[in-house]
């Protein structure tokens, strides 16, 4: 298995002892690191969303992403997120915010193992 990581600046962004752990960690999951300069990268993601051909994972300024979720590229994460918080920060409910944590890492590692074992099946141009 793969996993796809898109950076801009590569690992100006991302320390590369973060990539290195995660790998280290996970030996059977390769990481393959998709970069291009910051300048470039929104052109890069931009071509690679036409082609159905996006990361798994890529970091990108907030301006940008949110034109993705608006047209159903990337998923607008914010609720969830918000729901943690306020149960673990606010309400100091741990263990209901631990549970939507833990929910919301099962449910994109499914769509993530998902996409990734039909991925097989697309057609490349070359």
């Given at each position: 298995?793969t996993?796809?990581?898109?950076?801009?600046?590569a690992?100006?962004?991302?320390?590369?002892?973060?990539?290195?752990g995660?790998?280290a960690?996970?030996?059977?999951?390769k990481?393959?690191?998709?970069?291009?300069?910051?300048?470039?990268?929104v052109?890069?993601?931009?071509?690679?969303i036409?082609?159905?051909?996006?990361?798994?994972?890529?970091?990108q300024?907030?301006?940008?992403i949110?034109?993705?979720?608006?047209?159903g590229?990337?998923?607008?994460?914010?609720?969830y997120?918000?729901?943690?918080?306020?149960?673990a920060?606010?309400?100091?409910?741990?263990?209901p915010?631990?549970?939507?944590?833990?929910?919301?890492?099962?449910?994109?590692?499914?769509?993530t193992?998902?996409?990734?074992?039909?991925?097989?099946?697309?057609?490349?141009?070359v």
């Open positions: 298995m996993l796809k990581i898109g950076l801009p600046g690992y100006d962004v991302t320390k590369k002892e973060i990539i290195d995660f790998a960690k996970f030996p059977n999951i990481v393959e690191v998709q970069d291009a300069p910051w300048g470039d990268f052109t890069k993601i931009a071509t690679q036409a082609g159905g051909m996006t990361p798994d994972v890529w970091l300024e907030n301006a940008v949110l034109g993705y979720g608006k047209r590229v990337a998923e607008d994460l914010s609720s997120i918000k729901l943690i918080f306020r149960d920060f606010q309400q100091f409910k741990m263990g915010a631990s549970a939507a944590a833990w929910a919301l890492f099962v449910i994109i590692l499914t769509i193992l998902f996409q990734r074992y039909f991925e097989r099946r697309w057609v490349h141009y």
